[in-house]
């Protein structure tokens, strides 16, 4: 099987984790090659076809919103925990 790489590079490759790739394939997103055994470990080996397939799931679950959305920064939240501004006498 001429140029496969495992699902770790696939993932790599498509931009996301591998728990993300995993992810995928165990809710049905992506089609994911048969396993196979090399000795007595099993692993997938992601083709050409197959990476342009996970690279266009990728650009329809992103484009419709279902990817992580980004994480906001708080400014000016009182967060309860102390900090520069804290009337406490400091630890000796």
Same mark, same amino acid.
């Given at each position: 099987?001429?140029? &496969?790489?495992? #699902?770790?590079e696939a993932a790599r490759v498509a931009g @996301? #984790? /591998?728990?993300?790739?995993? =992810?995928? @394939? *165990?809710?049905? +997103?992506?089609?994911?090659?048969?396993?196979?055994? *090399?000795?007595? !470990?099993?692993? *997938?080996?992601? #083709?050409? @076809? =197959? !990476?342009?397939?996970?690279?266009?799931? +990728?650009?329809?679950?992103?484009? /419709?919103?279902?990817? /992580?959305? /980004? +994480?906001? +920064? #708080? !400014?000016? @939240?009182?967060?309860?925990?102390?900090?520069? =501004? =804290?009337?406490? &006498?400091?630890?000796?």
């Amino acid at each position: 099987m001429p140029n &496969a790489v495992t #699902t770790r590079e696939a993932a790599r490759v498509a931009g @996301i #984790t /591998r728990a993300t790739l995993q =992810d995928w @394939i *165990r809710v049905g +997103k992506v089609v994911a090659p048969e396993p196979i055994l *090399r000795g007595a !470990i099993g692993m *997938r080996l992601w #083709t050409e @076809i =197959d !990476i342009s397939r996970l690279l266009e799931v +990728k650009s329809r679950i992103y484009r /419709r919103g279902e990817g /992580r959305g /980004r +994480k906001r +920064k #708080t !400014i000016g @939240i009182d967060t309860g925990r102390a900090g520069a =501004d =804290d009337t406490r &006498a400091p630890l000796t």
